[in-house]
């Protein structure tokens, strides 16, 4: 059986989707059996997963509507057992409201997730910042959570949020699990950063922080601007070890 996991922040710019697309990769590159879900309507996964730019537009949205089938809009990526499902023509609609409540309403997402457990799949599940009516829904029907948090002043207030949005949900699903925090986005030159993520490590149990954190690095935002996940186009990087070590914690955890 598979399992799936949700990446949740707070807020946006605290390198969710990076995170989400380059775990997604690396646990891929190590042969899991990865699908890769954008459930943001932004639709950033697009743009950085590595798809042609004429890639199918038709996602998740479009399953949950009904006129698409799953099967139909699964996307190949560069990496072979990595495959990858975005978010769909809502990505270019204006408003997301609908998308929104479609979501919350519908049976497809459980069923969808079901469908990828049983044939083996590790489901990462990229969504919106904050915690809204997608996000929820999300948790409502995943195994695993993992928080993003930059190293940034406001990072425990964002914390204390996030986790008691992890508990509400844990109490209509029992079997949800939260993995941890990852500090991201550290900076080893910054005093203010490297005092923040020291703090967090103090103020939290030592079993909520994951010990390896992701540092803020040029080869990740350049990666992420030319379409593909900084563990495959700049291996070497800070950042890329950070995220394959990453990989190997959890790959025994997600099973």
Excluded at 49 to 78: F, K
Excluded at 107 to 128: K, Q
Excluded at 213 to 227: H, N, Q, V, Y
């Amino acid at each position: 059986m598979g399992t799936i996991l949700a990446v949740v922040s707070q807020k946006g710019g605290v390198g969710k989707t990076t995170t989400a697309i380059n775990l997604a990769s690396a646990l891929a590159l190590r042969g899991r059996k990865t699908l890769l879900v954008d459930a943001d309507p932004q639709g950033a996964v697009r743009h950085g997963i590595g798809l042609p730019e004429d890639a199918e537009p038709s996602g998740l949205a479009d399953v949950l509507a009904g006129t698409h089938e799953l099967q139909d809009v699964v996307l190949p990526t560069p990496l072979p057992w990595l495959r990858v499902l975005l978010a769909g023509s809502v990505s270019e609609a204006g408003e997301h409201e609908s998308y929104a409540a479609l979501l919350s309403g519908s049976s497809r997402l459980p069923e969808l997730f079901d469908r990828a457990r049983a044939r083996g799949y590790l489901v990462l599940v990229d969504t919106p910042p904050g915690l809204g009516t997608i996000t929820r829904r999300v948790l409502s029907c995943t195994d695993h959570v993992l928080v993003p948090l930059q190293s940034e002043p406001l990072a425990l207030q964002t914390t204390t949020q996030i986790l008691r949005a992890v508990r509400e949900a844990s109490r209509t699903n029992p079997a949800l699990v939260l993995d941890g925090i990852l500090l991201t986005m550290l900076e080893p030159a910054s005093e203010v950063s490297q005092r923040v993520a020291a703090y967090v490590r103090e103020q939290l149990p030592e079993e909520l922080v994951f010990d390896v954190t992701i540092p803020r690095t040029m080869a990740t935002s350049d990666a992420f601007a030319a379409g593909q996940p900084v563990v495959l186009r700049s291996p070497d990087d800070a950042a890329s070890v950070a995220y394959r070590q990453l990989a190997e914690t959890l790959d025994g955890r997600l099973r």
